[in-house]
Every structure is written in structure tokens, then in C-alpha cells.
């Protein structure tokens, strides 16, 4: 079973909740997840977008290099 952190908080005079304390540990894979979740954003995004075969694309950038 996984452990969960001890959640740290920084709290107002008054007991509000108003930022949270993480280790850099924790930092570095929230940040992590993060880049996840956006590179997985962007793949549904993109996922209707009309594809070719690797092989025509190759052809079509051989022709393109070959012209210059």
C-alpha cells in the first residue's frame, strides 16, 4: 500500500486554508503528472486531424528536399 504524504498547509490568523507546503519530491511529480496529462490533452486534440502513411510522408519530404 502506497503512503500517503502528510498533507502541510499554510494557514491564515483566522485557520483559512491558503497555500499548501510540498516536498520537492513531491513538487517534482506533481510536475510530472502535470506534462502527462497536458502531452495527453494534446494527442486528444489532435487525434482527429487527417493522417498519412510513414512511407508517403517520406516520400513527399524526399521530393520537397530534392527540389531545393
Do not use: H, W
Request: aromatic content about 6%; cysteine-free.
Amino acid at each position: 500500500m502506497e503512503r500517503q504524504p502528510k498533507r502541510r498547509f499554510v494557514v491564515t490568523e483566522k485557520g483559512r486554508k491558503v497555500g499548501v507546503l510540498l516536498s520537492m519530491k513531491e513538487y517534482r511529480e506533481l510536475m510530472e503528472d502535470l506534462e502527462d496529462l497536458a502531452a495527453i490533452a494534446e494527442i486528444n486534440l489532435k487525434k482527429d486531424e487527417p493522417t498519412i502513411p510513414f512511407r508517403e510522408y517520406l516520400a513527399e519530404r524526399e521530393k520537397r528536399v530534392s527540389q531545393k
